[in-house]
């Protein structure tokens, strides 16, 4: 459906002295890739991981932005510092920022419109917790996560955005979502999108999985229909199970 793309979340691991070598290693070992492959990594590493980037086929990501253009935001990084770095791509919505950092559906909304103005692209993420899959409510949740998330955008920004379907019980737990549970959200995603939009918006979006996504199972997730890549937490810290899953992708 829309472009794969397999694309690792580095979270808060890796120095930025280790950086350059790995990001290297990265584009060596997926040279040959048939997606899109990212690296998205914390911000003080972004400029060695640009650095590493240049001249190969891997793109390098931020995990977060602020929506403000500039200002008294004590901490905070714009769209315009990621695009001056040249990075490309943009976590936004990551479950644990909704957890821990007080990431909200309105500030994901504001981060997307702003990545989408400044040219960056935005991996926004939507997932359901353990309670809500056991309350049957998990469709209610990603329709509300989805609608608040595009709210405001036109059906040609919509087309550049990629959707990370990350089920909060799956990420980091080893538990992973079976193919099938995966299947079946992101195609509710695309059907959520095809009524905000029309069907040929709605193909066009890539949607991810992600959650324990590993090099044992990234053939399986990445064969489903709605499935069109993967962002990865702990697999993309190794250079060998990341292009694994890269190649899985096609
Ligand atoms: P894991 O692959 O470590 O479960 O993390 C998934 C994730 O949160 C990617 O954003």
Request: with cysteine.
């Amino acid at each position: 459906m829309g472009k794969y793309i397999i694309a690792g979340n580095w979270k808060m691991n890796k120095l930025p002295s280790e950086t350059y070598d790995f990001v290297k290693e990265v584009a060596a070992k997926n040279a040959s890739a048939s997606c899109e492959v990212v690296c998205c990594t914390p911000y003080v590493c972004l400029s060695e991981a640009v650095r590493a980037a240049k001249g190969t086929n891997v793109k390098i990501g931020a995990e977060n932005l602020h929506f403000e253009d500039k200002g008294a935001f004590t901490g905070e990084v714009s769209a315009d510092m990621l695009k001056d770095l040249g990075v490309e791509y943009v976590i936004i919505g990551h479950s644990e920022r909704r957890q821990y950092f007080a990431e909200t559906d309105e500030t994901v909304n504001l981060k997307t419109k702003k990545a989408l103005e400044k040219g960056l692209i935005p991996i926004v993420c939507v997932g359901e917790s353990l309670d809500e899959r056991e309350a049957g409510i998990t469709m209610d949740l990603i329709a509300i996560q989805v609608k608040k998330a595009f709210a405001g955008i036109s059906a040609a920004d919509a087309a550049k955005v990629v959707v990370a379907y990350e089920p909060i019980w799956a990420i980091g737990t080893g538990k992973t979502a079976t193919a099938d549970q995966a299947e079946e959200v992101c195609a509710g995603i695309r059907a959520i999108l095809a009524g905000l939009y029309d069907d040929a918006t709605a193909k066009a979006v890539t949607i991810q999985y992600g959650g324990s996504m590993n090099a044992a199972n990234a053939a399986e997730l990445l064969a489903k229909e709605n499935i069109d890549g993967g962002l990865i937490g702990g697999a993309s810290l190794k250079a060998d199970d990341f292009a694994v899953i890269v190649a899985a992708a096609k």
